[in-house]
């Protein structure tokens, strides 16, 4: 099965913070990526602009030496990577000040879309903006791409929608969260609204409960200044994890539209209950056999941010009335596994007898790493004598049901950068959203900085503290492994 490439409309892409790691190691090779493709087209031009005084060859060979590293197998065909560099160029410039914008506005082009994108810390996000707008660099085709963190509470969220509303419409901002670019997370709205086997089941009553986790075994080093304000719940639970639960838990939109999809979103945030305080679990790695502890890397013998987050959610409405939602995310964990578990019910009666033992269905879908979907199901362990029942699973990944020139499929910036050329928004956050999800989360973070909460201690390289699997075992269910 080969993708179809559908190509774009000329544009220009200013990448603010183009030096920088995100622009280097994710944004360059994403567009290079594309551009081997064929997906767009040789008058598109890609500017870098950041605050260091390079010359374009340098910034040239910058982006060369990128493509080495993160785009390796495509990098080696040089006429490629030429072709792409003739397409790269360069501009000195200070969001805080004069510098380099005149140059900037001389270098884009009037009729083509023009899209900024902020890969830059967020308190530069206000300043960027007005500066495009007070030197007339935005036209009715300008769209403007900003990553996470979307403000740090609500309170600063509103200010920083506020902000980017005064000069930019809603439909000209796209909040970026990469997750929602994997080929699996799009994947779940087409296993759901796509085949008649799921949606009629998809409801609690025949669901037990859903497990949604992302583990990693990275840490976080070079990120500690940032993750010792976050933590785990403000830096995944709130935005990662929020947007696979709605995906999971929405209703079926009027149709494939990114307004009508995100409505629906929407709705499942602000049905999310409060959560009890013995249905949160937080962790904080605290070394062992493979490395130092949270506190040690940090620099912070007393610091109680967690790095692991666990807990029991529920969403008030019809569909899911009764069905506990459980999410975790961790670092320096066992593995690195983003994967989502919709545990179906038992049979109501087992005709088999209890010889045959209790089982159900499970439908697992993995977002990373080998990204495919298993349905678990019940069969008679082959064998003379008596009906023993075992699970088996019918396994789908990409790489193997979608034939060998897919066992490479497209990185989420891919398909996010290209949306945002195409004016496409559904797998972007609105600000309504992002504002409803931080008043979900907030309480959260208030009640155990009242209580007065630390983190339990958990070893490098484990699945977590001991307290989440409690957790689960007090609603007599259990955590589905965290596998590689």
Known sequence: MVSRVIPVDPFDLVIFGGTGDLAQRKIVPAL????????WPEATRIIGAARGALTVDGFREMVAE??????PKRAKDQEAVNGFLQRVEYVSLDALTEEGWAQLAEMLNADRIRAFYFSVGPRLFGPLA?????????TPQTRIVVEKPFGHDLESARALNATLAAHFDEGQIYRIDHYLGKETVQNLMAVRFGNMLFEPLWNS??????????AETVGIDGREEYYERAGAMRDMMQNHLMQLLCLIAMEPPAKFDPDAVRDEKLKVIRALDPVEPHHIV???????????????????????TESYVALRAHVSNWRWAGTP???????????????????????????????????????????????GITLKVTIKE??????????????????????????????????????????????FMRGDEVEAAWAWTDP????????????????????GPGDAELLMKRDHRRWQGINP
């Not at 009553?205 to 992302?214: G, L, P, S």
């Not at 937080?282 to 109680?304: C, I, K, L, M």
Request: proline share 6%; hydrophobic share 35%; glycine share 10%.
């Open 32 to 39: 290079f990526r594309r551009y081997c493709a064929g997906q």
């Open 66 to 71: 990128s493509l080495r590293q993160h785009a």
């Open 130 to 138: 007005e500066q495009i707008r007070a030197h007339n660099l935005a």
């Open 205 to 214: 009553q025949y669901v037990d409960h859903i497990q949604i986790t992302v």
């Open 282 to 304: 937080r962790g904080q790695f605290a070394g062992g056999a493979d490395g130092r502890g949270y506190r040690e890397v940090v620099g912070n013998p007393r610091s109680t």
């Open 325 to 371: 939602f459980y999410l975790r995310t961790g670092k320096e964990l066992v593995a690195r596994s983003s994967v989502i578990n919709v545990m179906f019910k038992d049979a109501p009666h087992s005709i088999f007898g209890e010889e045959a033992g209790r089982h159900a269905n499970a439908l697992s879908i993995r977002l990373q790493p080998n990204e």
């Open 382 to 427: 082959p064998g003379q004598g008596g009906m023993r029942l075992v699970d088996v699973p019918l396994d789908m990944s990409f790489a193997e049901a979608l034939g060998p020139e897919n066992q490479d499929p497209p990185d989420a910036y891919e398909r996010l950068v290209m949306d945002v050329i195409r004016g496409n928004q559904t797998l």
């Open 444 to 463: 959260i973070i208030a009640g155990w900085q009242a209580r007065g909460d630390v983190p339990k201690p958990y070893e490098n390289g484990s699945t």
